[in-house]
């Protein structure tokens, strides 16, 4: 984005279109960078003045100053003094206060007297008084990352950045509607989806909406534009709020791209709810895989994307997760209203306890949770747990009623992976040629022969190599099954002994 007061547009028939670089802009462009860069090591009172040469022999002083804000961000500026100006400062200071400056003699002597104090010339003093103002700093590195005709593309951005700040409400279509819901959701914008004649419409609420504006909502709404533009066909239609006025701002990928740089995808603030509750449940190990941003549902004329679905393992079987965080009063009441439209699919939905419409939810048939400040899994967890009660049952009756592994061991682990079916299903199976020694079977001829193989007395670690000579692991539960117990010695290790 650029500055407000650098926007350049053009309400011409009651429309609001952004003044876009033009191809003749390039020479104009080119002199900027090459201005930056003929600057290092000089003041940066010196550049502005060389910019402001630049301002008056163009037709817009605006682009100027536009080409010019989108360099600094790739510039470098430092205090360069013989001393820190705030000890000089003061020392100066404490100087004047005791020699009483009232003539340009008195200051000389008093820089005098610093200088003494600091070990340096009083001219070293006089320059590093105010070496930190910002007129004064120097630029000591420029590093562009454009070339002309990128700046051209990224100001053409930043400007149409600039003029979505003020949006009420946009909607885009997209050859990447996955890439823009995504971005969508990651920049914590409110949406929804609409099916129109001419496809999937995604309509953003933007900050003019919200009950209390604020700068960060406004731009990442802004910023949302990067990654509609880095599809290869979009349109873009918004309605700005231009001083109490609404106009219509209309984009494509005819007007603005993104420059050949690496996008800028991730919000400068926290993900929030979702990637918290994401991240802590992939850490657990569930027979439930966590799909982000599924298939699109339909309610209505319009189309819903839940945040998340559960896919069981073992089953075709999908439990969508809306997680409904603070939003406004309005925007709830479209979420519950797209709720009530859902049929035939089964919805979890996470309610932020404050917007007190969890009983309004599981009215529509939906399992509702609540949460302050995060989803606890646990309570996601037990949910997916009672479908999952019917599922195993369905599962099981696919076994037959007894199963004869041809492995010596086998964990059931395995045995599941080899039926397609989650490890709770074989609870009721019989397995005649085997015994379940913790989560592992075994023939007991395997059971026999270490029981004869081992004695009271032998070292852990080479019972372990024995077991696992035969594919167990499981050491506690074997031991336990063979009447064994571990004693153990320090941090030495340990022996076996008979259990008492």
Known sequence: MLRKNLLRVSRAGGGYRPQFAERADRPLAARVLGTVADHVDEPRSALDAALEDLEREADDFKLVRGFAALCERDATFETRAAIPPERARRVAFEAAAAVG?????????????????LGVDAAA???????????????????????????????DLSLAQTALFDAVEVRVRSSDPKALISAVKRLGLMYEIHRTDAGREVVVTGPDHLFRRTRRYGTAFARLLRSVATAADWRLVATIDDRGTE??????????????????????????VEADFAARFA??????????????LAVGRRVMIPDFAFDYRFADFRVFFEIMGFWTPEYVEKKLGQLADVEDVELLVAVDESLGVSDEIEARDHRAITYSGTVRVKDVVDALRRYETDLVEETRASLPDELRPEADVVSLADLAA???????????????DHERVGRTLVRPEILADLDAALEPGQPLDAVEERLSAVGLSETSAVLSR???????????????????
Do not use: K
């Not at 290790?493 to 259990?499: A, F, K, L, N």
């Open 101 to 117: 400056v009232v003539t340009e003699a008195d200051r000389d002597r008093a820089l005098g007297r610093a200088a003494d104090r």
């Open 125 to 155: 003093v006089a320059d590093s008084l105010y070496a930190d103002r910002e007129t004064r700093q120097v630029l000591a590195e420029f590093d562009p990352r454009w070339t002309p005709d990128e700046l051209l593309a990224q100001y």
């Open 247 to 272: 106009r219509e701002l209309v984009l494509t990928d005819a007007d603005v791209g993104v420059p050949g740089v690496d996008p800028i995808t991730e919000p400068t603030y926290d993900s929030g």
């Open 283 to 296: 850490a657990l190990d569930l027979d439930w895989d966590l799909v982000r941003e599924p298939e699109p």
């Open 418 to 432: 080899t039926h397609g079916v989650s490890e709770d299903a074989l609870d009721t199976v019989a397995v005649p």
């Open 482 to 500: 063979l009447g064994y117990r571990v004693a153990w010695d320090g941090l030495s290790g340990g022996t076996i002994r008979e259990t008492e």
